[in-house]
């Protein structure tokens, strides 16, 4: 493992990503279309301007670090070049992909079968050719993320604001910070090649993360009236092998315990200082 971190594509993940990496990385640099506008929070001396679709760009990655990469994949004829001008076969490559690889909609079942990493997934999206790219031709560690929640980005707002209802889809999540965790425990002990399922290991409806937010927050929902997949429920020991190899486990396997103490935080942020 090199001795530097470049995260690629510096959004919400990589906030919780970057204070982690530097306990074990010398150097962590953080990249954005415009890191000097994005990337207000970063050193300036850890930001650097990189945009996939601008090759010029792509000289300013320092040559011998470890790569953490936050963005889908896409187009792959860029990621193609990316790949063969970067040297991507000579660094540790860690791909943030999705859970959304997987086909849905082939099973009758209910509740949906489990999902582990040897599922089908389908080939005909763009994002997942390019994720099948780098992990075939550069050893690339996938992670197949579920939904990503965590401060300013709750569950309790997406029912609130109507972005989900109630169903009996079945929905998978991640807290922010077990996934910058595991992407860290990937970087360090996946291997290359290999795909991890990333969840907190509790598939879980909209009907019931709807009831359970309304008893306990007085959070109402309305009922989806559109129709609706089954969602899957995604199998996630493999990723707890490779966190034991790092020596941590999940912190939020808690729904409900972890929306608690977001809404905590946001209450005392919103509290008038005295």
Avoid at 27 to 32: E, G, H, I, K, Q
Avoid at 80 to 95: E, G, I, K, S, Y
Avoid at 171 to 185: G, P, R, W
Avoid at 207 to 226: D, G, N
Wanted: charge should be negative.
């Amino acid at each position: 493992m090199h001795q530097a971190l470049t995260i690629l594509g510096s959004g919400y993940t990589a906030r919780y990503v970057l204070p982690l990496a530097e306990q074990h990385y010398a150097l962590v640099f953080a990249t954005s279309r415009d890191p000097d506008q994005h990337l207000v929070d970063v050193k300036p001396e850890q930001r650097i301007r990189f945009d996939l679709t601008q090759p010029e760009t792509w000289q300013l990655i320092p040559p011998t670090t470890d790569l953490l990469w936050c963005f889908p994949a896409i187009p792959i004829e860029l990621v193609q070049q990316f790949a063969d001008t970067v040297l991507l076969r000579t660094r540790r490559l860690v791909v943030l992909a999705s859970t959304s690889a997987y086909d849905d909609g082939l099973s009758t079942e209910y509740p949906p079968p489990w999902v582990d990493e040897t599922a089908s997934i389908d080939a005909s999206k763009p994002r997942v050719q390019g994720e099948e790219l780098l992990r075939t031709s550069c050893g690339a560690i996938i992670l197949r993320v579920s939904g990503i929640y965590g401060p300013h980005r709750s569950p309790l707002h997406w029912i609130q604001t109507g972005r989900v209802a109630r169903s009996r889809k079945f929905v998978n999540l991640i807290h922010v910070e077990d996934l910058a965790a595991t992407s860290l425990a990937a970087l360090r002990h996946g291997q290359e090649g290999t795909i991890y399922n990333v969840s907190d290991g509790t598939p879980r409806t909209w009907e019931e993360i709807c009831q359970t937010v309304e008893q306990r927050w007085a959070v109402r929902s309305s009922v989806s009236r559109e129709p609706q997949s089954m969602g899957k429920r995604i199998a996630n020991q493999r990723m707890r092998e490779l966190l034991k190899a790092d020596g941590v486990s999940l912190r939020y396997e808690d729904l409900y315990h972890a929306l608690h103490g977001i809404q905590e935080a946001s209450v005392n942020e919103a509290a008038p200082s005295r």
